[in-house]
């Protein structure tokens, strides 16, 4: 009984001295400070630039009992203050171990803020940036050698570039081990990033957790030489809200061992170079990735029935070592390449399936010096135009080398070595970015190098073949996207360029070129901040930038003119046009039907024409995520274009109506706006 009423005591002893802790001021540092390794503290905020908290190891501790998911506070915290060193720190017990905002120059080294927010029995979707370290608008700032574990999210970078992250173990969270969000140009080298996972023994899917998490427009960085193994995915590049994150590069990393896909990406132009993505459901699944290059990776033994074998979607529950699927995947480039004893396809190249390849093909491909051995199809293409394949090497693949499931068209195959061969060498691709309508336009090859003959094969995007080195005197007949592509060939190995072409019309503009003054917008929750654009256009001069801050969250209404006193006759005309670009930071985007368009004659006499589909969320070409969409809206409606409202002749004004499903701001650019 004794013995029993002590060890109460001491409980309840150690719940009060924790209770002690929680509730400790918090220390405000104006200046160098060393904290002592003996006493136990409680929160910091950082209150002064250029200082240097050295803790040698002295602990910062929120709660210390309890589940961790209901932990509070911040353990140290900065907003607005620069060129600060942490070093030493041990911070546990708190919703965010670390929370720096708005600041740059900071080195944080041999830090500890593993055990804080963690919620590995979390389902699907978001649960907030908490748990080791949230950065936020910071830059150049450096993460050496800390140590995070047992979290929600170990790093989270917000709005920050040009950070470097180095030596650092991030590993065994419940969400993410990095998340980037709208940071670019940052450099993570020789991190341990592994087990981001979240997963309950039996589970097929590991929810939404991922090693390293990339999106909104995370752009330009450097992942090298990382351990991303083990995680729910290893790298996952996500796009819900159409804000695409290109131009990054991966090298040298093992994502080797995941759940789902070893990498994961939504978006175009990134490299991976010298990775190993071996022993996942998937070793590369890359949907609505064009232009994409990926050069001596290792993508083997994904899918096989004694490891990770989740969401088949090749024939026979087959899988692969790379896959492009469910996405355009044009202007792509693989090359050496080892794809060896994967339950499926060693590469994968699949169009738009419902459709039979008449919304998307995969396009403009080159497949060359790659090992493709031991799997059911060494290259399985289907709804696929426009595929070079050179000096491949095939060997024991069960059911093909390389398998047409239908609709593949202009496949060129050498089957020649390529010992002591060097693909062609484009430097450059010249020629505009758009153009107009009947106008003729060139487009030509620049900085050229190569060791042997070649033969070059255009593809304009409208039918047109070319097998000149140029392209002069082209006219395209109708508004709107082109893929131009261009292969160089030498008869062995083969290089690919392109450029992606908007073609406008020759009408007058409405509103958007030079009319800031004459727009406005329906919606009292929100407010619009208009201006001429003459950076990012795509007609005339400018475009019309519509900066919405606050959103109110409900439909926007954009109104033009003003005055309602437009006086534009609809005598021959059949359709409103006009070219949209957005920027929706919300996940995911966009509801209801977007966008909306009303023909005023008056207040109360209009006609309205609404889209059948959501024709943002689902543009009619995924370029139009980060380019323009351009709409032809018809005043009599369509199949795909609903119209209601009694017959008008004249336009005194109008609006397009946009509806997203949060209120994060919204950027809007219009150009091109007519009555045709």
């Not at 800031?516 to 930038?545: H, N, Q």
């Amino acid at each position: 009984m004794l013995r029993w009423l002590l060890v109460v005591l001491n409980l309840a002893s150690a719940a009060g001295a924790a209770r002690a802790e929680t509730n400790q001021p918090a220390l405000e540092i104006t200046a160098d400070t060393t904290l002592d390794p003996g006493k136990t503290y409680g929160a910091i905020v950082i209150k002064a630039s250029n200082v240097t908290i050295d803790g040698q190891g002295a602990w910062l501790i929120g709660a210390t009992e309890g589940d961790p998911k209901t932990y509070k506070g911040v353990g140290i915290s900065a907003a607005g203050v620069s060129d600060v060193i942490l070093k030493g720190l041990r911070v546990k017990g708190w919703e965010t171990g670390l929370l720096v905002k708005e600041a740059s120059g900071w080195r944080i080294e041999n830090c500890d803020f593993s055990d804080n927010f963690h919620d590995p029995k979390f389902g699907w979707g978001e649960n907030g940036r908490r748990g080791g370290i949230v950065l936020e608008k910071v830059s150049n700032f450096r993460l050496l050698k800390n140590q995070v574990h047992r979290v929600w999210d170990a790093c989270v970078l917000v709005d920050s570039d040009d950070n470097v992250l180095e030596e650092n173990d991030f590993s065994h969270t419940s969400n993410t081990c990095l998340k980037l969000w709208h940071s670019s140009r940052n450099a993570i080298t020789k991190n341990n990033l592994s087990y981001g996972l979240r997963k309950d023994p039996g589970e097929v899917h590991a929810r939404d957790s991922t090693s390293v998490l990339i999106e909104s427009g995370s752009n330009g960085n450097r992942f090298i030489e990382n351990d991303c193994t083990h995680g729910g995915d290893g790298i996952f590049i996500r796009v819900l809200n159409q804000w695409v994150s290109t131009g990054n590069v991966f090298e040298k990393n093992d994502c080797s061992y995941a759940n789902n896909n070893c990498f994961e990406a939504w978006s175009p132009r990134n490299t991976y170079i010298g990775n190993k993505a071996n022993h996942g459901s998937y070793g590369f699944w890359l949907g609505a990735s064009d232009k994409t290059v990926l050069i001596d990776n290792e993508a083997s033994y994904n899918g096989l029935a004694d490891g990770f074998h989740n969401s088949p979607h090749l024939p026979n529950a087959g899988h692969a070592g790379i896959v492009f699927m469910f996405g355009p995947s044009s202007h792509t480039y693989l090359s050496g390449n080892e794809c060896v004893g994967n339950n499926g396809a060693g590469i994968a190249l699949i169009g738009h399936q419902e459709s039979q390849g008449e919304k998307f093909k995969a396009f403009h491909w080159i497949i060359q010096e790659n090992t493709l051995e031991d799997n059911r199809w060494g290259i399985y293409a289907q709804h696929a135009d426009w595929i070079d394949l050179g000096a491949n090497t095939y060997r024991d693949n069960s059911i093909a080398a390389f398998h047409n499931a239908g609709n593949v068209t202009n496949v060129f195959e050498n089957f020649r070595s390529s010992a002591n061969v060097r693909p062609p060498r484009i430097l450059k691709l010249a020629g505009p970015e758009s153009a107009r309508v009947g106008k003729p336009v060139a487009f030509w090859l620049t900085a050229f190098d190569s060791e042997r003959e070649v033969k070059y094969r255009w593809d304009l995007g409208d039918g047109t073949i070319v097998t000149d080195q140029s392209v002069s005197g082209h006219v395209f007949k109708r508004p709107g996207f082109y893929r131009v592509g261009v292969t160089v060939s030498n008869g062995i190995l083969s290089s690919l360029t392109w450029k992606d072409l908007y073609v406008v019309g020759d009408s007058t503009e409405l509103g958007t070129e030079g009319n800031v003054a004459d727009w406005g917008w329906v919606d009292p929750m929100s407010k619009v901040k208009f201006s001429d654009d003459r950076e990012t256009k795509i007609a005339g001069k400018s475009s019309l930038f519509a900066d919405v801050s606050p959103y109110g969250g409900f439909r926007l209404n954009l109104l033009y003119p003003l005055s309602k006193r437009a006086g534009w006759s609809l005598a021959d005309k059949t359709r409103l046009v006009f070219w949209f670009k957005a920027i929706n930071e919300n996940l995911p985007a966009w509801q209801d039907a977007n966008p909306i368009i009303t023909l005023h004659e008056s207040d109360d006499k209009f006609v309205r024409l609404t889209p059948k589909t959501d024709l943002l969320s689902s543009p009619p070409y995924l370029e139009a995520r980060e380019g323009w969409s351009y709409f032809e809206v018809p005043l009599a409606g369509n199949a795909e274009w609903k119209r209601e409202g009694g017959e008008i002749t004249t336009v005194n004004f109008l609006t397009i109506g946009f509806d997203s499903w949060g209120q994060p701001p919204l950027k809007i650019w219009l150009d091109g706006l007519a009555l045709e």
